[in-house]
């Protein structure tokens, strides 16, 4: 028997890395068939606003109608690449938790496709990599996206500015 997903949780915070992830989860629904479901997330880190002294929910509301945008337009794309089956949603919490236990158990989510961290050593060791943690801690599959859609290594940021001014 094939393995099916029929519920993908695609976390999206406008890296690069998540964009790879977005664009290979179409391939893979695709594949899965028409029921199979994609679910776009943005999660805003609220503990990055509790240090601000004079907390200020315009910059909140900023922050969710970028995610917004972003994520509408990620959709556009999915529905024109043939995907119908795909929703979006803005949460606020601890990126890690709402990723790897809350959204899996409340959308039944049986496949997290997830950009590699884009933190180096030292932030990583510091702060801890989502994408670690939620390797680490979900109950489902988890793949972690390394590679653009020819499957060659994702390029860093520096390295397509590079790439970009050569061309």
């Given at each position: 028997?094939?393995?099916?997903y029929?519920?993908i949780l695609?976390p999206v915070?406008?890296s690069?890395e998540?964009?790879?992830?977005?664009?290979?989860?179409?391939?893979?629904?695709k594949?899965?068939?028409?029921?199979?479901?994609?679910?776009?997330?943005?999660?805003?880190?609220?503990?990055?606003?509790?240090?601000?002294?004079?907390f200020?929910?315009?910059?909140?509301?900023?922050?969710?109608d970028t995610?917004?945008?972003?994520?509408?337009g990620?959709?556009?794309d999915?529905?024109?690449?043939?995907?119908?089956?795909?929703?979006?949603?803005?949460?606020?919490?601890?990126?890690?938790?709402?990723?790897?236990?809350?959204?899996?158990k409340?959308k039944?989510?049986?496949?997290i496709?997830?950009g590699a961290?884009?933190?180096?050593?030292?932030?990583r060791?510091?702060?801890?990599?989502?994408t670690?943690y939620?390797?680490?801690v979900?109950?489902?599959?988890?793949?972690?996206?390394?590679?653009d859609?020819?499957?060659?290594?994702a390029?860093?940021?520096?390295?397509r500015k590079?790439?970009?001014k050569?061309?």
């Amino acid at each position: 028997m094939l393995q099916r997903y029929k519920n993908i949780l695609v976390p999206v915070d406008g890296s690069y890395e998540a964009e790879l992830a977005f664009k290979k989860a179409i391939d893979v629904a695709k594949r899965n068939g028409n029921d199979t479901a994609i679910h776009l997330v943005h999660v805003v880190d609220t503990r990055a606003f509790q240090n601000i002294s004079s907390f200020d929910t315009a910059m909140v509301e900023q922050v969710t109608d970028t995610a917004k945008k972003t994520m509408a337009g990620y959709v556009e794309d999915a529905k024109k690449d043939g995907l119908t089956n795909i929703d979006y949603a803005v949460e606020y919490g601890a990126p890690k938790v709402v990723i790897a236990k809350d959204l899996p158990k409340e959308k039944d989510i049986d496949l997290i496709m997830i950009g590699a961290t884009g933190l180096n050593a030292v932030e990583r060791l510091l702060i801890g990599s989502v994408t670690e943690y939620v390797t680490r801690v979900a109950d489902c599959d988890v793949l972690v996206v390394r590679t653009d859609l020819e499957n060659k290594p994702a390029l860093s940021k520096a390295q397509r500015k590079a790439q970009q001014k050569k061309n």
